[in-house]
């Protein structure tokens, strides 16, 4: 008797699966360097979502919600990682050591930036010329240095060279945007929210 | 040495030599250091393609997943036919032929019982009804077991672990929960029962129950009383609790009731990787806190929990891999 309410439930867990999916994927390999692990994890927290009926709830619930699971269970892989990795110390185990503190240190903030990813755009726009396209190959088009480098047909070091001035300009640019000056704005309502399906 | 903006790069694209990321890691000890590299961070993502791609994992994939997780979390029963019992009915058919073989059978099957055995797995909680409506909560990691003849003699199941029971009241079957070493017996009420290897704890949420110990001696618990005895010494002692704290596993969420600061922490060091160090003892004991958290949330939200209601300082440390260090002033 519940089979048409439950097609429908699934339906809108569907549309919801299909829109952050990607978003909290490439969150997660991000930190993890690891495909198939970020794909795990992120599953692991919209089978949460479903299980905890909480895809039914406001878009900006769901997406902290999404965010807190799956922050918590990078931060413990990064944590088994590094441990495994202690006694080589090396390479490997820096990088891990590093995302590590990052992610702990990274807030839901992350999450709102429909008017950041424009500002983005802009600040694009208003950089040099091979700063610009530089920046845009490697960031929008997903190219590697050598490809762009290639590309452009300038060196590997002039990309670098370019890669950074062009995030360092953007960072001094566009801080407002960027920095966590919401944060205690912002912590007050994931907090209700969590408190809320306890 | 690269300045760090450039070392910041090749974090992100992942080509940073070892001596760069030491510099890096080094570097964003600082908070106002860290402070930036979020920045970047968030600058690099959002500029990528954080938005609008197909799921890299399909629907149905994790569909099926949870399909199968639901089939998962219903109690698996395993029937534990007697093997003893058939390997005696197996030994008379070899020694007595057909003939003497029906006549004993017969006796055989109606001697024979079954036995259920309930598991609750380690990756969830199972909730489990026995034939006379009982409910009984499992604990992940636990089980229990009981014979065919449940209803008709008594009521006696055997607990390994630990368990949250409503009983169906039957004044002429008392229902027993079976240890080790005690037993639990009762008529109809709520109760938590833990059985674990060093004690074992009832708590009584209402009704009135009898713990029995192997040795014969009785207590009567009385609604919000723990009993809990000690294995190793064979201490008993009744307390008055908040019934709460010993049954919120079941909703799978843990609640602090006013308990002081210390009890708290000394909780939370069992759930979170971390220590905490009172920098005066006192604090511990001053203040008292009430509130629920899901098991989801991370220390740190927790804490910020505490520190809404309790005046402290906190400082953390990371000392891995040993537990982080939790300061409290």
Redo the contacts between chains.
């Keep these: 008797m519940n089979a048409e309410s439950n097609a429908l439930k699934k339906k809108e867990f569907e549309k919801i699966y299909s829109r952050f999916f990607s978003f909290f994927f490439q969150i997660a390999a991000h930190f993890l360097h690891h495909e198939e692990d970020a794909k795990e994890v992120v599953q692991e927290a919209f089978i949460k979502l479903w299980e905890k009926d909480i895809y039914q709830k406001s878009e900006q619930e769901i997406k902290n919600y999404l965010f807190i699971i799956i922050k918590n269970r990078c931060l413990n892989l990064l944590r088994d990682r590094r441990k495994s990795l202690q006694h080589i110390a090396g390479h490997g185990y820096l990088a891990v050591s590093v995302s590590y503190k990052i992610l702990e240190a990274t807030g839901e903030d992350i999450l709102l930036s429909a008017e950041l990813s424009q500002k983005i755009q802009l600040a694009i726009s208003g950089l040099t010329p091979q700063c610009r396209d530089v920046f845009t190959l490697s960031r929008i088009e997903g190219l590697s240095n050598k490809e762009i480098a290639e590309k452009l047909e300038i060196s590997v070091k002039a990309v670098e060279a370019n890669m950074t001035r062009a995030l360092k300009k953007m960072r001094e640019e566009l801080s407002p945007y960027l920095s966590e000056k919401h944060e205690t704005a912002m912590n007050l309502p994931i907090f209700t929210f969590l408190l809320s399906f306890l | 040495m690269n ?1 760090i ?2 070392i ?4 992100f ?2 080509n ?3 001596e760069e ?2 510099a ?2 080094e570097w ?1 000890e600082k908070a106002v250091n ?24 399909e ?1 149905n ?3 099926e ?2 399909m199968r ?1 639901r089939k998962l979390a219903e109690p698996r029963v395993i029937w534990l036919r007697m093997v003893a019992r058939y390997a005696a009915v197996a030994l008379i058919l070899l020694n007595l032929g057909w003939w003497g073989a029906f006549s004993y059978y017969d006796r055989f099957s109606a001697v024979a019982k079954q036995e259920f055995l309930i598991i609750a797995d380690q990756t969830a909680n199972s909730v489990v009804t026995l034939p006379d409506q009982t409910r009984v909560h499992l604990r992940k990691g636990s089980n229990i077991k009981y014979s065919s003849s449940f209803t008709a003699e008594s009521r006696e199941v055997f607990l390994d672990g630990e368990a949250y029971f409503d009983v169906t009241r039957d004044e002429d079957h008392p229902f027993v929960v079976n240890m080790e070493h005690a037993k639990v017996k009762v008529l109809g009420t709520r109760f938590n029962v833990s059985a674990r290897s060093d004690s074992y704890q009832i708590t009584l949420v209402d009704g009135s129950v009898i713990f029995k110990t192997n040795e014969g001696k009785e207590y009567h618990l009385l609604p919000d009383q723990m009993i809990e005895m000690n294995l190793k010494n064979r201490d008993v002692k009744i307390e008055k609790v908040n019934t709460e704290l010993y049954t919120a596993w079941k909703d799978g ?1 843990i609640i602090f009731r006013d308990e002081t600061l210390g009890e708290i922490t000394k909780k939370l060091e069992l759930i979170y ?1 971390v220590e905490f160090m009172y920098a005066n003892p006192e604090l511990a004991q001053r203040y008292r806190f009430s509130g ?3 098991p ?3 220390i740190g ?1 927790v804490i ?2 505490l520190k809404l209601s309790i005046p402290m300082e906190v400082t953390r440390k990371e000392k ?2 040993d537990p982080d260090m939790i300061y409290l002033r």
């Design positions: 300045p903006e450039k910041i790069l090749y974090f694209q992942k940073a030599s070892p990321l030491t890096l890691d964003s860290r402070n930036l590299l979020k920045d970047y961070l968030k600058l690099w993502l959002w500029s990528g393609q954080l938005k609008d791609r197909s799921p890299q994992l629907f994939a994790t569909w997943e949870i997780r969420k990787h629920t958290f899901h989801e949330t991370s939200e910020t929990m891995f891999p």
